[in-house]
């Protein structure tokens, strides 16, 4: 609806792959909506996804032993992370929604939206003890994972070798997004993009902006281990 | 045993570290059993975690649509992936035992060690169809998960708020190695190492020292989803 501000954080390399469809379909649909849409394009930006003394400036609290952790916390306070980092917090701040929209590669996401997750959900920012899971700080926030795999739907049955696709998704839901309060949708999954024909694939398209249209009145998950594992 | 190759994948900043700790220890009592032992220290090599076009030497297969897995499987089979991921690839080649030693962030592994997965890992030679879990192009070599993490045993337990530790386990151990036909042995965890006395600390270093001594004997996991979600 008008006025709600979503941040999509997309990694991939290549703007003509269904990826990238889907995250153009994304902002187009939301836009239309009347929603304000950022775009996270981390390739483009060349994000950087390594947690490294560079993500603190000026001096460190504990030089004698590097704790990436604990600086980052530290840092968080002063206001001295680095300027990549707190762009990104700006925009999740910002945000009622984020979209993450990706290739799984090896059951989980790229690592350059791991290194993502690493860098800018820092201490302070995204949570602090207590204040993690359904009290996390960016609570009154909604995530959605939306993916495209290599495998099948077949592959990622409960049963099949690859198992029900629910089990991976519990260290990205649970793990990352509910720890900091987030309420997470239904993840969004194209199948095996690469091994359907082209028509399929614009269905897929289809899929998505209709999803879209109605997204706003979506419940979340029950986030808890039953919906993974039952 | 003597003869026995050992590749440390390693993502510590700090030497000080336990995860620094946990390294040298592992790397001592192996070469003392006269295993021959090759460390990557990803963060010292500044590792590159993204999975991007400069992976591939020379031009592509496909230079109207950059497909990641497609075109590193093509550059594979030509030799010619970057120098960085084929100096990785030889290591793991000869390896009879893989040891990934990390802090755990976000339910996973750190971003630059989910980049070499991400890169070195690559169809035609690790996996490629139907050679994957049990017919992996890896089989006979063994993998370890040796890590950290921030939150409490009784937190990792089956009914607790972060679930069961093994549920976030199952991407790495079964989706990654076994995918690619490694067998499994039990992950090594410290939890929590920085809300323990320095005393448990030190008992955690012993305690790896002393696991490391029988490793040998041990037999792989079943990895299967009993063992993660029974």
Known sequence: PPGKKVLIVYAHQEPKSLNGALKRIAVEELSKQGCSVTVSDLYAMQFEPRATRNDIVGSLHNPEEFNYGAEMWEAYKRGSLSSD????????QEADLLIFQFPLYWFSMPAIMKGWMDRVLVQGFAHEFPNCYDSGLLKNKLALFSFTTGG?????AKGSISGDIRYLLWPMQHGIMHFCGVQVLAPHICFAPEYVSEEERKEMLIAWAERLKTLWKENPINCSPEWYFK
């Open 152 to 156: 099948t739907k077949e592959m990622y």
């Open 85 to 92: 980092v707190i762009e990104e917090q700006k925009k999740v």
